[in-house]
C-alpha cells in the first residue's frame, strides 16, 4: 500500500514518521508466529531464554533447600536427581546459550549494518526448533518422570538395562532437536557477517560482540556434532539394541566422556565469548573511552576458539588415560586461560582514566570481572591433575562451574539487557531499581556458590541428595542456601524492572548511552528494515564517529563518507508458516521415537521435507520497499517470502 511522498531525504536510522509505523499485517499473534524478522525472533529467544532461566533457578531453588540440613527428605533421591539433571541441561542449553543467540539475532545485523539475517526462514526455523526441544525435554514431568542421569548423561548410565525409564530418551531426543536449531542458527550468523557487513566495514572494524559471535558460530559448527553422533549412539542402543556402549559386548562406554566433553569443553565457550563480546561492547560506552587493544582482544577470542578443542581431556584427568594425556591436557588448560587474561587486562585497560558511569548495566560489567576471573583462578587450580584427583567430584568443582557459567556469563547478559533494553523497546529500565535488583542478585550468588568451594575441600561429593549430621558441612550448606533467598530476590527484582520498563518506562531517544556502535545509529526501537538508508562504515568505532568525526582511530574521514549510503531501496522478505510447521513436524517425531512408533516418525520427517521445500519454492518473496529515496513513493512489504 502507498503511504505517500517524502521531501527531504531522512537522517541515517530516523525514517520518517509514515515509515515508523508497521504495516497491518505484521500486527498480532499471527504475526509473532509467522515472523522472519531477526529483530522478533531476537526477542523471542530472550523471552523464552529468561523463561527457561526462571523455571532453573525454581529447580536449583528446590536442590538448595533439600541441602540446607542434613537427612533432609524434602525431595526423594530419584526426584532430587531429576532436579539436578533438568537444572544442569536447562540452564546450559535452553538458558544461557539461547540468551546470547537472542542478543545476537536482534543485534549482528544492526551492528554490521544489515538489514536481516542472510537466510530469514531459517532464522525463524532455529527459533522454533529450539524452543520444541525445551518443551518436548519438559513434558518429560508429566510422562513418565524427567531426565536423571545428569547434565552430561554418562554411559553406562543411559543404556536401558541401567535405566529403564522414559527419562533418558526424552534427554537425548530433546538435546538431537534442539542441536538441530542451534546449528541452522550458526551457520546463517557466519553467512551473514561474512556477506552483508555495510559498505567500509572491514573484517577489523566489526563491533566485537560481532567478532565474539563470529568466531561462536564456528564454535558450535564444529562443537556439536560430536554431541550429536552420541545423542544418536544412544538413541540407537535404547531403541534398536545397538552396542555402542554396552560394556558386556567390548563397547567403552568412555567414548561417550570423550565426544561429550569434545562438545563440553568448547561449549563453555560458546557461552563465554558472546559474553565477553558484550562486555566489549559496555565497558567502553561507560567508560568514554574506546576499547583498549581492539586487535589483541579479537586475536585472543580467536585463540580462545581455537584451543577450546585442545582441553577436553581436564574434565577426565580421573578416568585413568594416564600421566602423559594427563600432562599434556594439563599444558592446554594452563594455555587457554592466557587470552582470557589478556581480555581482563584489556578491560580494565579500557576503564582506567575514563570518565566511567556507573549504571546498572556497568555495574553488571565490574561484577562479570571479578566473579569470571576468581572462576578462571579455580580453573587453573583444577588444571593441576593431582589437585584435581582431590577435587573432582567435589562441590569445589560445583562452585568453579557456576563462577565461570553461571556467576560470569549470565552477569554479563545481565549488562546486555540493561544496555540493549532501551534499543529494542525505546524506553529505559529504572536505574534506581536496577541497582536494588544488583545489590541483591550479586551478592546473593556470591553467598550461594563461594563458600561451596570450601565445602568441596571439606569432602562434600557433588550430585548428592543428603549428608550425615556431624561431619562438619551444616553451617556452610546453611549458608550457601540462605543466598538463594537474597539471590532470588534480586532476579525477582530484575523481572519486576522489565515489566515496569516495559509499562512505565522513560522514552530513551535513539541513543541514550552516548554508545559508540552502528545499531544506536537508528530509531529505538530499529523499524523493520532497520536502516533507512545503507551505512557507510569509517571507523570500528561507527557511530562514534558519525556524532563525532574529529575521534576517528588515526584514520582521515573524508567528507563525502560522513554520509550514508543510498540504495535507492531495500527487498524486505515477508511472513511465512512454513518454518513453523518444519519445526512442529520435528515434535510428533521426538514422540514416535520416544514411544517406538516409527510410522508417526516417517509422517514427521515427510512433513518436515514438504515444510522445507515449500519455503524454498514459495516464490520470490516481500515487496521491495524504497527507504531513504529522495521523493519516491515508500512501500510497505506484503505478506511473500525472502529468496
Same mark, same amino acid.
Given at each position: 500500500?502507498?503511504?505517500?511522498?517524502?521531501?527531504?531525504?531522512?537522517?541515517?536510522?530516523?525514517?520518517?514518521?509514515?515509515?515508523?509505523?508497521?504495516?497491518?499485517?505484521?500486527?498480532?499473534?499471527?504475526?509473532?508466529?509467522?515472523?522472519?524478522?531477526?529483530?522478533?525472533?531476537?526477542?523471542?529467544?530472550?523471552?523464552?531464554?529468561?523463561?527457561?532461566?526462571?523455571?532453573?533457578?525454581?529447580?536449583?531453588?528446590?536442590?538448595?533447600?533439600?541441602?540446607?540440613?542434613?537427612?533432609?527428605?524434602?525431595?526423594?533421591?530419584?526426584?532430587?536427581?531429576?532436579?539436578?539433571?533438568?537444572?544442569?541441561?536447562?540452564?546450559?542449553?535452553?538458558?544461557?546459550?539461547?540468551?546470547?543467540?537472542?542478543?545476537?539475532?536482534?543485534?549482528?545485523?544492526?551492528?554490521?549494518?544489515?538489514?536481516?539475517?542472510?537466510?530469514?526462514?531459517?532464522?525463524?526455523?532455529?527459533?522454533?526448533?529450539?524452543?520444541?526441544?525445551?518443551?518436548?525435554?519438559?513434558?518429560?514431568?508429566?510422562?513418565?518422570?524427567?531426565?536423571?542421569?545428569?547434565?552430561?548423561?554418562?554411559?553406562?548410565?543411559?543404556?536401558?538395562?541401567?535405566?529403564?525409564?522414559?527419562?533418558?530418551?526424552?534427554?537425548?531426543?530433546?538435546?538431537?532437536?534442539?542441536?538441530?536449531?542451534?546449528?541452522?542458527?550458526?551457520?546463517?550468523?557466519? *553467512?551473514? #557477517? /561474512?556477506?552483508?557487513? +555495510?559498505? &567500509?566495514?572491514?573484517?577489523?572494524?566489526? @563491533?566485537? %560482540?560481532?567478532?565474539?559471535? $563470529?568466531?561462536?558460530?564456528?564454535?558450535?559448527?564444529?562443537?556439536?556434532?560430536?554431541?550429536?553422533?552420541?545423542?544418536?549412539?544412544?538413541?540407537?542402543?535404547?531403541?534398536?539394541?545397538?552396542?555402542?556402549?554396552?560394556?558386556?559386548?567390548?563397547?567403552?562406554?568412555?567414548?561417550?566422556?570423550?565426544?561429550?566433553?569434545?562438545?563440553?569443553?568448547?561449549? *563453555?565457550? #560458546? /557461552?563465554?565469548?558472546? +559474553?565477553? &563480546?558484550?562486555?566489549?561492547?559496555?565497558? @567502553?560506552? %561507560?567508560?568514554?573511552?574506546? $576499547?583498549?587493544?581492539?586487535?589483541?582482544?579479537?586475536?585472543?577470542?580467536?585463540?580462545?576458539?581455537?584451543?577450546?578443542?585442545?582441553?577436553?581431556?581436564?574434565?577426565?584427568?580421573?578416568?585413568?588415560?594416564?600421566?602423559?594425556?594427563?600432562?599434556?591436557?594439563?599444558?592446554?588448560?594452563?594455555?587457554?586461560?592466557?587470552?582470557?587474561?589478556?581480555?581482563?587486562?584489556?578491560?580494565?585497560?579500557?576503564?582506567?582514566? &575514563?570518565?566511567?558511569?556507573?549504571?546498572?548495566?556497568?555495574?553488571?560489567?565490574?561484577?562479570?570481572?571479578?566473579?569470571?576471573?576468581?572462576?578462571?583462578?579455580?580453573?587453573?587450580?583444577?588444571?593441576?591433575?593431582?589437585?584435581?584427583?582431590?577435587?573432582?567430584?567435589?562441590?569445589?568443582?560445583?562452585?568453579?562451574?557456576?563462577?565461570?557459567?553461571?556467576?560470569?556469563?549470565?552477569?554479563?547478559?545481565?549488562?546486555?539487557?540493561?544496555?540493549?533494553?532501551?534499543?529494542?523497546?525505546?524506553?529505559?529500565?529504572?536505574?534506581?531499581?536496577?541497582?536494588?535488583?544488583?545489590?541483591?542478585?550479586?551478592?546473593?550468588?556470591?553467598?550461594?556458590?563461594?563458600?561451596?568451594?570450601?565445602?568441596?575441600?571439606?569432602?562434600?561429593?557433588?550430585?548428592?541428595?543428603?549428608?550425615?549430621e556431624g561431619i562438619g558441612l551444616e553451617f556452610w550448606n546453611l549458608v550457601s542456601t540462605a543466598g538463594t533467598f537474597i539471590m532470588g530476590a534480586g532476579l525477582v527484582l530484575l523481572l519486576v524492572n522489565i515489566v515496569h520498563g516495559l509499562l512505565r518506562g522513560a522514552p530513551a531517544?535513539?541513543?541514550?548511552?552516548?554508545?559508540?556502535?552502528?545499531?544506536?545509529?537508528?530509531?529505538?526501537?530499529?523499524?523493520?528494515?532497520?536502516?533507512?538508508?545503507?551505512?557507510?562504515?569509517?571507523?570500528?568505532?561507527?557511530?562514534?564517529?558519525?556524532?563525532?568525526?574529529?575521534?576517528?582511530?588515526?584514520?582521515?574521514?573524508?567528507?563525502?563518507?560522513?554520509?550514508?549510503?543510498?540504495?535507492?531501496?531495500?527487498?524486505?522478505?515477508?511472513?511465512?508458516?512454513?518454518?513453523?510447521?518444519?519445526?512442529?513436524?520435528?515434535?510428533?517425531?521426538?514422540?514416535?521415537?520416544?514411544?517406538?512408533?516409527?510410522?508417526?516418525?516417517?509422517?514427521?520427517?515427510?512433513?518436515?521435507?514438504?515444510?522445507?521445500?515449500?519455503?524454498?519454492?514459495?516464490?520470490?518473496?516481500?515487496?521491495?520497499?524504497?527507504?531513504?529515496?529522495?521523493?519516491?513513493?515508500?512501500?510497505?512489504?506484503?505478506?511473500?517470502?525472502?529468496?
Amino acid at each position: 500500500m502507498a503511504i505517500g511522498k517524502l521531501g527531504a531525504p531522512p537522517v541515517v536510522g530516523r525514517p520518517p514518521d509514515a515509515l515508523l509505523s508497521r504495516p497491518t499485517w505484521t500486527e498480532g499473534l499471527l504475526s509473532w508466529l509467522t515472523t522472519v524478522d531477526h529483530k522478533r525472533l531476537g526477542i523471542l529467544y530472550i523471552v523464552t531464554s529468561l523463561g527457561f532461566t526462571a523455571i532453573a533457578s525454581v529447580e536449583a531453588f528446590l536442590i538448595r533447600l533439600q541441602l540446607a540440613s542434613p537427612n533432609n527428605t524434602l525431595l526423594s533421591p530419584d526426584v532430587y536427581n531429576q532436579m539436578f539433571t533438568m537444572h544442569g541441561v536447562t540452564m546450559v542449553f535452553l538458558a544461557i546459550m539461547p540468551l546470547a543467540i537472542g542478543f545476537a539475532n536482534y543485534f549482528v545485523p544492526l551492528q554490521i549494518g544489515a538489514r536481516d539475517l542472510a537466510f530469514p526462514r531459517l532464522n525463524a526455523f532455529g527459533y522454533w526448533v529450539y524452543l520444541v526441544g525445551g518443551v518436548f525435554l519438559y513434558t518429560s514431568f508429566l510422562l513418565g518422570g524427567a531426565p536423571d542421569v545428569g547434565w552430561f548423561a554418562y554411559a553406562p548410565l543411559t543404556s536401558l538395562s541401567n535405566n529403564p525409564g522414559l527419562g533418558t530418551d526424552f534427554y537425548m531426543i530433546g538435546l538431537f532437536v534442539g542441536g538441530i536449531g542451534t546449528l541452522a542458527t550458526a551457520m546463517n550468523l557466519i *553467512v551473514t #557477517i /561474512i556477506n552483508m557487513r +555495510a559498505p &567500509g566495514m572491514r573484517i577489523m572494524r566489526m @563491533p566485537v %560482540f560481532t567478532w565474539m559471535i $563470529l568466531v561462536t558460530s564456528f564454535l558450535i559448527i564444529f562443537a556439536f556434532p560430536p554431541l550429536t553422533v552420541a545423542l544418536f549412539q544412544v538413541m540407537m542402543d535404547r531403541t534398536f539394541d545397538t552396542l555402542f556402549y554396552v560394556p558386556a559386548a567390548g563397547a567403552l562406554p568412555i567414548l561417550w566422556q570423550h565426544l561429550f566433553w569434545i562438545f563440553g569443553h568448547p561449549e *563453555v565457550y #560458546i /557461552i563465554a565469548l558472546p +559474553a565477553f &563480546g558484550v562486555i566489549s561492547e559496555v565497558i @567502553p560506552t %561507560f567508560s568514554r573511552k574506546p $576499547l583498549f587493544g581492539y586487535p589483541v582482544v579479537i586475536l585472543s577470542g580467536i585463540f580462545i576458539g581455537f584451543m577450546g578443542f585442545a582441553v577436553w581431556t581436564h574434565h577426565m584427568f580421573t578416568t585413568g588415560l594416564g600421566p602423559v594425556v594427563n600432562t599434556a591436557f594439563a599444558i592446554t588448560s594452563f594455555v587457554i586461560g592466557i587470552p582470557t587474561g589478556i581480555k581482563v587486562f584489556n578491560w580494565l585497560a579500557t576503564i582506567w582514566g &575514563g570518565k566511567v558511569w556507573f549504571s546498572t548495566a556497568m555495574l553488571y560489567a565490574v561484577a562479570f570481572l571479578i566473579t569470571f576471573t576468581v572462576g578462571g583462578i579455580t580453573g587453573i587450580m583444577l588444571a593441576v591433575p593431582p589437585f584435581d584427583a582431590q577435587a573432582q567430584d567435589s562441590y569445589f568443582v560445583v562452585a568453579h562451574f557456576h563462577f565461570v557459567m553461571g556467576g560470569g556469563a549470565l552477569l554479563a547478559f545481565f549488562a546486555g539487557l540493561y544496555y540493549w533494553f532501551p534499543k529494542m523497546t525505546g524506553k529505559l529500565m529504572s536505574e534506581r531499581i536496577g541497582k536494588l535488583s544488583f545489590w541483591l542478585l550479586v551478592p546473593g550468588f556470591w553467598v550461594i556458590f563461594f563458600p561451596q568451594h570450601f565445602l568441596g575441600l571439606m569432602g562434600m561429593p557433588r550430585r548428592t541428595q543428603t549428608y550425615v549430621e556431624g561431619i562438619g558441612l551444616e553451617f556452610w550448606n546453611l549458608v550457601s542456601t540462605a543466598g538463594t533467598f537474597i539471590m532470588g530476590a534480586g532476579l525477582v527484582l530484575l523481572l519486576v524492572n522489565i515489566v515496569h520498563g516495559l509499562l512505565r518506562g522513560a522514552p530513551a531517544g535513539n541513543d541514550p548511552w552516548d554508545a559508540r556502535t552502528l545499531e544506536w545509529s537508528t530509531t529505538s526501537p530499529p523499524p523493520y528494515y532497520d536502516f533507512d538508508r545503507q551505512p557507510v562504515v569509517n571507523d570500528r568505532d561507527a557511530h562514534w564517529v558519525q556524532k563525532y568525526p574529529e575521534s576517528v582511530h588515526g584514520e582521515r574521514v573524508p567528507a563525502s563518507a560522513s554520509e550514508p549510503y543510498d540504495r535507492g531501496g531495500a527487498h524486505m522478505p515477508g511472513q511465512s508458516w512454513y518454518p513453523l510447521i518444519a519445526a512442529l513436524s520435528l515434535l510428533p517425531f521426538s514422540y514416535g521415537w520416544l514411544y517406538d512408533n516409527m510410522w508417526l516418525v516417517g509422517v514427521s520427517m515427510l512433513i518436515l521435507i514438504v515444510a522445507t521445500y515449500a519455503w524454498a519454492l514459495e516464490g520470490v518473496g516481500g515487496k521491495h520497499i524504497h527507504v531513504g529515496g529522495h521523493d519516491e513513493a515508500h512501500r510497505a512489504p506484503d505478506e511473500g517470502v525472502d529468496a
